[in-house]
């Protein structure tokens, strides 16, 4: 395909791109909220190719990286026939050992490393046999939600640095070059334990831990907490559950629902049976 080609042919030319190809283009433009566009390589008609802000690069050196009719590499990450665009990645090309390292991984596997660094946002994870990252601390990364079951207070009471840990891998985060990890899939999950020891219409012991707009939750065992909706609080009609309970009030409930997907849990005190009460 030569450079004379038309617009009306840009069709057949992204037919013949494919995800994990490398192309090599012209910077074409360069805007701080777009990224960039490219004019690949077979087809000078039109820019094809885009690169989104933070598939630029990794080590966040954008304006040292691209610049308008600079030659560039990257790999397709989507073709998309309909828009006319290939989208593209220069950290693929920019970090090829990092990015072959983080293409090979499959969901569910298990990796294991080293607690690298600790931040509010989550745990950057320095990987056994994973190469260095060109700014993290680590190649893998647990958010918050991943680190535990349970609610937790500090991140400190879960892990520290310098920890041994055992994960599994979630996805490869394409924008940070990361591999996002969970911990808590290593464990088992305790409201699946729970579930199995409970069934509608049980009662239980528990105490209330929050009062919310629309209701307030009690702890019926450890790490589970089940909801009382404002309706099932009492039999008369409150606008808010304030001086019906108060945090740390034990309480009777009976429950409702046991929603293992969404791992939610439905209590009531209106339909205790009278003997409860």
Not at 18 to 44: N, P, W
Not at 222 to 234: F, M, P, R
Request: charged share 20%.
């Amino acid at each position: 395909m030569g450079a004379s080609m038309g617009d009306q042919d840009f069709r057949e030319f992204l037919a013949g791109i494919h995800i994990g190809d490398i192309c090599s283009g012209t910077v074409a433009e360069v805007t701080r909220s777009q990224g960039v566009t490219v004019t690949l390589d077979g087809f000078s008609a039109r820019p094809l190719g885009t690169i989104w802000p933070l598939d630029i690069s990794w080590s966040w050196k954008q304006p040292a990286v691209v610049k308008v009719g600079r030659r560039i590499t990257a790999e397709v990450l989507a073709v998309d026939l309909d828009e006319g665009q290939a989208r593209l990645a220069m950290t693929a090309t920019e970090n090829p050992e990092l990015w072959a390292f983080l293409k090979s991984r499959y969901r569910g596997e298990i990796l294991s490393g080293t607690i690298a660094a600790i931040e509010r946002f989550g745990v950057f994870v320095a990987l056994d046999d994973g190469p260095n990252h060109p700014v993290f601390p680590g190649v893998g990364f647990i958010t918050i939600p991943e680190l535990s079951w349970q609610h937790i207070e500090a991140v400190s009471d879960v892990v520290q640095v310098g920890q041994r840990v055992s994960c599994e891998f979630l996805q490869f985060d394409t924008w940070n070059g990361e591999a996002r990890l969970s911990l808590k899939a290593r464990r088992p999950d305790p409201f699946q334990a729970f579930a199995d020891s409970v069934e509608v219409g049980q009662t239980l012991q528990g105490q209330v831990t929050k009062l919310v707009p629309f209701g307030v939750f009690v702890q019926v065992a450890d790490g589970i907490e089940g909801l009382v909706h404002l309706q099932e609080l009492t039999s008369t009609p409150v606008a808010t559950p304030q001086g019906v309970v108060d945090i740390g009030d034990e309480v009777t409930v009976v429950v409702t629902d046991v929603d293992r997907e969404r791992r939610r849990l439905a209590l009531s005190r209106c339909q205790l049976p009278p003997d409860a009460r």
